[in-house]
């Protein structure tokens, strides 16, 4: 069997995280198998959906590197990939149905079923539609043509008239699940249900199975939530006779209070990621772990790796959990590893500053990469750029025993070492950092105090916030000049 499997999301939003992975578990399992992936939107809720949507899913799906073989993105027969143009074929279908005697005209009005709806509640009973419009089950063609040419006629002066799916009782209905194994149902626990609000407005469970019959879709491989649609689909294919594809329902992605992931909780559309600076190859590593196990605990993967270990059966059915700090660390790792020349246009776009020297800004983007889990961490330390107002009592540490008395020590001493110190950068970083450090053990020796209480006081007034690099990073990525401008300037406060 050829494999063809389908993404095809409601273009009323932007790309949203759990629509990628759902993208992405499609496209991988297509690549593995040789096969292709169908995109197409589901746009009749005409309200909602627009085409400003729909181009931010495909253009943000090409961007991270999945690409459709077949519909929307392909600059090929597009249209015919949305559901809002494909009108006439869900009509002829539903005809199909009509005639074959397996759906009917239901002309019930929504207070009639509203009120036998609140009579079943207030006498503890689960609805379900009685099947008052129901036709019977042994009527011939003749009769069947009789009974919609009546049928039309009622519509065409006036009435109202839903299409209801035809369901004989008490049926066993088994379908294996390629994540969750075998699931079934019985008929006994569906009424006759609503596949078209009228002729020309069929619903989500019919208009989804004449896509994929159409579009000869082997796998439906789509979100857990999905899963009580399966059935009724299931009917529906069984009334044409149309062979079943496979399914596959993936565990939902969910907030750490473990709610279904939401934006009152997350970020969810991926171009805030994206903006906030996260990498496109970071982020479909981060959802490619969402729910599957890799074979070795492997956890960095290109997407050709992704393609050759994928495996539908190694998805969890349990929900997964969108963990921020694994995203972060993931992310941080594709920086580590990016070459350096690609990492300063990236660090660039972050810089608002101007006429910045250029070897000063290349020391502050060497210091950063080892530093930053996302490009906008940049904006953390900006006091690398320029010193910004602080209070001399803001370097008061009780615990460390630094007074105002050890600031001053501290920072007139430590500026006539910096004063001294040569840095060479032909030199490598950590050799100057290390000579720094000599130094500095030596003055702390002479002073006969602390660690902290030189160490401390300095690292502060380079960088006037509370977290920063160490004071040998400081020194190296600051350089000379711009360190004893810092120093001074903080003594010149102890004078005020």
């Known amino acids: 069997m050829s494999v063809k499997v389908r993404f095809c999301p409601s273009p009323t939003g932007l790309l949203h995280i759990g629509t990628i992975r759902t993208c992405l578990y499609n496209f991988l399992f297509a690549k593995q198998n040789n096969g292709k992936i169908v995109f197409r939107m589901e746009d009749t809720d005409k309200n909602r959906s627009t085409k400003k949507y729909a181009e931010n899913i495909i253009s943000g799906l090409k961007n991270l590197g999945i690409y459709s073989d077949e519909g929307i993105g392909t600059d090929k027969d597009e249209n015919l990939y949305y559901q809002s143009n494909r009108g006439e074929i869900y009509k002829k279908y539903l005809l199909d149905l009509l005639y074959s005697g397996n759906a009917y005209f239901c002309f019930c009005t929504k207070e009639e079923l509203d009120a036998?709806?609140?009579?079943?509640?207030?006498?503890?009973?689960?609805y379900k539609y009685d099947g008052k419009c129901r036709p019977s089950d042994n009527q011939d063609s003749s009769e069947i043509k009789k009974y919609i040419e009546e049928s039309e006629k009622r519509i065409k002066n006036g009435e109202n008239a839903t299409i209801r799916l035809k369901i004989n009782k008490n049926e066993r209905i088994k379908f294996n699940d390629l994540v969750r194994g075998d699931i079934s149902f019985n008929t006994d626990d569906f009424d006759d249900f609503i596949i078209a609000k009228s002729i020309n407005e069929p619903l989500y469970n019919f208009t989804v199975v004449i896509d994929d019959y159409e579009m000869k879709i082997s796998h439906i491989i789509r979100g857990e939530d999905h899963i009580t649609n399966t059935p009724k689909q299931i009917l529906i294919y069984k009334a044409f006779n149309f062979s079943l594809p496979e399914f596959a329902h993936l565990p939902l992605i969910l907030n750490e209070d473990k709610t279904k992931l939401s934006k009152r909780k997350n970020k969810v559309s991926v171009d805030d990621y994206l903006s906030e600076g996260y990498l496109k190859e970071a982020i479909l590593n981060f959802l490619f772990l969402l729910g599957f196990n890799t074979p070795d605990e492997k956890e960095i993967?290109?997407?050709?790796?992704?393609?050759?270990?994928?495996?539908?059966?190694?998805?969890?059915?349990?929900?997964?959990?969108?963990?921020?700090?694994?995203?972060?660390?993931?992310?941080?790792?594709?920086?580590?590893?990016?070459?350096?020349?690609?990492?300063l246009e990236y660090f660039k776009e972050e810089i608002t500053f101007n006429n910045i020297d250029k070897d000063f800004l290349k020391r502050i983007a060497i210091l950063e990469k080892e530093r930053i889990n996302k490009f906008s961490d940049i904006k953390d330390d900006l006091f690398l750029f320029e010193i910004f107002d602080y209070n001399i009592e803001d370097i008061i540490n009780e615990k460390m025993g630094v007074d105002l008395n050890i600031i001053k020590t501290s920072l007139e001493n430590s500026l006539k070492l910096i004063n001294n110190f040569d840095i060479d950068y032909n030199l490598d970083k950590n050799i100057i950092e290390n000579n720094l450090k000599e130094g500095f053990i030596k003055l702390i020796n002479d002073l006969d105090l602390k660690n902290g209480q030189v160490l401390w006081p300095l690292r502060y007034v380079l960088s006037g916030v509370d977290k920063s690099p160490g004071v040998f990073e400081l020194i190296w990525v600051l350089g000379k000049e711009e360190s004893i401008k810092r120093i001074n300037f903080a003594l010149n406060l102890l004078q005020k």
């Open 116 to 126: 036998k709806k609140e009579n079943n509640k207030n006498n503890g009973i689960a």
């Open 301 to 343: 993967f290109s997407l050709s790796e992704m393609i050759e270990v994928f495996n539908l059966s190694k998805v969890h059915k349990g929900g997964a959990v969108f963990d921020m700090k694994k995203l972060n660390w993931i992310n941080s790792k594709y920086i580590r590893d990016m070459e350096f020349s690609k990492f």
